[in-house]
């Protein structure tokens, strides 16, 4: 393979359509509109699994079934990373150049994503263990917005309250919105597999 895309979520029907499986939904709307083969378990990833090809670009699809938490555990066994060393002086970082990761964020408004690189978790634990397991942060994140007027999430406030928002469902009026997001979000995905990272970060918006 030569590019990895993961998405964070949780395994198990329980929490089909929770706001912490945002990266999942996402990631299943480009893999259908790309004619991705549907995804099957492998064991030796401990996740869910499509391969394909974007234009001339091969592509793992990987969906981690060991808990948003334990996110990383899936990464370990890919031995196909790509890194490089950019930068210069106290700038200089070691940076995987074919791997994306997609996940919720309460930062980001609902209707609404960024893709950033280099980037810190902002206590998010599926990136920090992802970040954990490949050794550093510089690595493009597709950040999909699920923050709401109604529902605004500080980080100051308790981990009871922010789980009660992320663990919580979608309405359908939601899901609707947020597969039309989704379709938004996957010619971005294109672009990224097909022009860089550079020209990828020029298509974030909403729907």
Do not use: C, W
């Not at 945002?22 to 549907?38: Q, Y």
């Amino acid at each position: 393979m030569s590019y990895i895309i993961v998405a964070l979520g949780n395994p198990g029907a329980e929490y089909e359509n929770t706001r912490h499986n945002t990266g999942r939904i996402v990631l299943d709307v480009f893999a259908k509109a790309n004619d991705f083969p549907e995804f099957a378990p492998d064991k030796k990833f401990k996740a869910l699994i499509s391969e394909g090809k974007v234009g001339k670009t091969s592509v793992l699809l990987l969906e981690p079934e060991s808990f948003m938490n334990n996110s990383g555990e899936s990464l370990k066994k890919i031995k196909d990373f790509k890194f490089k060393l950019s930068g210069k002086g106290k700038d200089k970082i070691k940076e995987v150049t074919n791997l994306a990761v997609i996940h919720d964020d309460l930062d980001i408004p609902f209707g609404s994503y960024k893709i950033s690189f280099n980037k810190s978790s902002g206590g998010h634990r599926g990136v920090e263990s992802i970040i954990k397991a490949v050794k550093t942060q510089a690595f493009v994140r597709i950040r999909v917005g699920i923050a709401s007027s109604s529902s605004v999430v500080k980080k100051s406030q308790d981990e009871e309250t922010v789980n009660k928002v992320i663990l919580g469902k979608f309405s359908p009026d939601q899901m609707a919105e947020l597969k039309k997001l989704s379709k938004s979000v996957s010619p971005a995905l294109s672009v990224l597999l097909v022009d860089g990272r550079e020209k990828a970060m020029s298509q974030q918006g909403s729907y």
